[in-house]
């Protein structure tokens, strides 16, 4: 089974059909775990209860980079390969990667009120994450702007590449600018700062939310597929005269 | 290399010819920075602090509005096409391209700006700052514009979305001209390290712009 096998699209619903229960199921699990743990995480010395907002605000950050990387990799697909399937990947994906990142946004903001003081701080970390979920809302427009999807696919990747260009941007952001938005605690040299009481429900729910992601992705790509042949079969129906 | 320079010679005659419209630029730069004081009232000090920021916003919005010229006419009388077909590389007519509009759209506003800044009340240190942060600053933005430009020229409503499009990306150039023009006014060692950010941003805008624009062009004209 290799990636080329999965060009047929017809494969590719009868694929997901059989695997897309088990990752439901899987991801309703683990999220309840997930939940569960977070809600028995131990208050913070500093923080008091609001630390529990990391267990969401976190894993949808981190998705909402993941997904641009997901939709550059389609977009590789697209431009250089001509995949059949990457451009339903970039397209189903985008929608997807721009509510991960309004859900950061939102949870950052309202973790921020309690902590720092306010809703909003125009520090590098959150300008960048809003520069990005702008760009989402662009691409979006830009696929719906095109009618004919193939040439749609083609345009938004070139500007899926180019925007790739933000995703290390705001990664490092919080190591190159002195910010307010504290810096990396997670992934980082000399392992992480966190305590095990806080990384182990948060790393079960980034995994939940991951798996949340290629739930809805696969399931986004199957509408997306259905979508086409029912558009093809107007168009032939339209095309035919009248008897 | 010909071939280039008669295509840049030909970019600005085309644009300072009738139904050009090169100049339709630099008139927008000075309604915007016209219409500002209006919008914040004429109180000089206010104005000469939010001045570098009132310009490099009318440079900005300047420059977008003229750049869906930049492919959109040669594509409706189809010399985009035989462009995109000839022997030279379609990187280098973009580049070309870019390299037209920025001396016809980008350069008058620079020139613009010292009679803009006296309306802003800004004195002459800080207006030679706007002038050449804007001189680093703008080849960035049509450069990244240029990718806009020609995502959008194959679609029917481009020019309604390259706004959309091109505005996130020009983000940073404009944080750090505003940042750099600042800096001159008020403590003049740090306007080295902005201006280099600046000026990197453009030089990367030179590189990533014709190579994503040519991309964008061969797949969207088929």
């Known amino acids: 089974m290799t990636l080329i096998d999965l060009a047929n699209p017809t494969r590719f619903l009868s694929l997901t059909a059989k695997i897309l229960p088990w990752l439901a199921a899987a991801t309703a699990i683990l999220l309840a775990v997930g ?20 267990f969401i605000h976190v894993p949808n950050a981190w998705l909402s980079m993941f997904v641009w990387g997901v939709m550059s990799l389609s977009a590789l697909g697209t431009l250089v390969w001509r995949h059949p399937l990457a451009d339903v990947s970039a397209k189903a994906a985008a929608p997807i990667g721009a509510a991960f990142t309004f859900l950061a946004l939102v ?62 941007i705001i990664k490092f952001s919080v190591d190159w600018w002195n910010t307010l938005h504290q810096p990396a605690s997670v992934l980082r040299m000399g392992g992480s700062t966190l305590d095990k009481a806080f990384l182990i429900p948060l790393l079960v729910m980034a995994v939940a939310f991951s798996l949340l992601f290629v739930t809805l992705h696969l399931a986004a790509m199957r509408n997306e597929i259905l979508r086409r042949r029912v558009r093809a079969l107007q168009m032939q129906q339209a095309s035919q005269p009248r008897a | ?24 630029g630099v008139l927008f730069f000075l309604i915007v920075v016209v219409l500002m004081p209006f919008a914040v009232g004429p109180d000089l000090a206010l104005l000469k602090k939010l001045g570098p920021a009132i310009l490099w916003l009318g440079a900005l919005l300047a420059s977008l509005l003229t750049l869906d010229r930049l492919f959109a006419a040669d594509h409706d009388d189809g010399s985009l096409d035989l462009l995109t077909m000839s022997r030279t590389p379609l990187e280098l007519v973009c580049l070309t391209k870019a390299i037209a509009h920025w001396l016809v759209a980008g350069l008058p506003l620079i020139v613009a700006t010292p009679i803009l ?11 030679l700052a706007v002038a050449l942060t804007l001189l680093a600053g703008t080849p960035a933005l049509t450069f990244t514009g240029m990718i806009g430009a020609a995502l959008a020229v194959a679609l029917r409503r481009g020019g309604l979305l390259l706004a959309v499009l091109v505005l ?21 060692a740090g306007f080295g390290a902005p201006l ?27």
């Open chain 1, 107 to 168: 949870t950052g903001s309202l973790w921020g009120r309690p902590m720092w003081g306010t809703y909003w701080e125009w520090d590098a970390r959150l300008t960048s994450v809003l520069i990005l979920f702008l760009m989402y809302l662009g691409l979006i427009a830009l696929w719906r702007a095109v009618e004919d999807p193939s040439r749609a696919a083609r345009a938004a990747a070139v500007l899926t590449l180019v925007g790739a260009i933000n995703i290390p």
């Open chain 2, 196 to 222: 280099s950010i600046l000026c990197a941003l453009s030089l990367a805008g030179l590189v990533i712009g014709p190579l994503a624009a040519a991309a964008s062009l061969r797949h969207g004209l088929d």
């Open chain 2, 117 to 127: 800044g006296l309306l802003l009340n800004l004195d002459g240190d800080a207006t």
């Open chain 2, 1 to 24: 290399m010909t071939a280039l320079f008669a295509l840049l010679r030909r970019d600005i005659q085309v644009a300072l010819r009738i139904g050009g419209g090169a100049l339709i």
């Open chain 1, 35 to 54: 939940l569960y743990q977070s809600a028995m995480a131990p208050d913070d010395y500093q923080q008091g209860a609001t630390v529990k907002i990391m």
């Open chain 2, 168 to 188: 996130p990306l020009s983000i940073p150039v404009l944080i750090f001209g505003v940042a750099a023009s600042n800096a001159a006014v008020l403590e003049p």
